[in-house]
């Protein structure tokens, strides 16, 4: 059986106690995602991959982490959606959740960071701040999306 939306933001929340508080913060999750809200008694399965992307976070904000790991979090989803979610990440950051991504949209993601790692095959190759990671003209052509830029200069 696949779980609703609402069901599944509960789960988010399966092991709190504090069941007005749950209520509250679901109210909340679809006052943010509007479309959730639309849709909670809908089963997840048939939401649009941007609406599967936010159910997930917040399902995982119901938790009350303190960190949140997110892979790939753009992938496949519409530009605006990108716009959308990166704007979320960042406000969530800013109101104090430690985020730990894995994004190949380095532009998106160095917006967002303070500290990057660039991996190939598994293993770190560089990292530092974005600034420090973007000013490495061989790195950024190679790795963060400038590739040819130097030919076209």
Request: glycine share 10%; net charge positive.
């Amino acid at each position: 059986m696949t779980l609703s939306v609402e069901e599944n933001l509960l789960m988010g929340a399966y092991l709190r106690r504090d069941r007005d508080a749950v209520r509250t913060e679901i109210a909340a999750v679809f006052e943010r995602f509007p479309n959730l809200h639309a849709r909670r008694h809908l089963p997840a399965a048939v939401l649009s991959g941007g609406e599967q992307q936010m159910l997930a976070i917040g399902r995982g904000l119901l938790a009350r982490p303190r960190l949140m790991l997110l892979d790939e979090p753009s992938l496949g989803l519409s530009p605006l959606l990108v716009q959308q979610l990166f704007r979320l990440l960042g406000e969530l950051n800013r109101g104090g959740l430690a985020l730990l991504l894995v994004e190949q949209n380095t532009r998106k993601a160095l917006a967002l960071a303070t500290r990057a790692y660039v991996m190939e095959l598994g293993r770190i190759v560089a990292q530092g701040t974005p600034r420090e990671l973007l000013a490495d003209e061989a790195l950024g052509d190679a790795y963060l999306g400038r590739a040819g830029a130097s030919a076209q200069n």
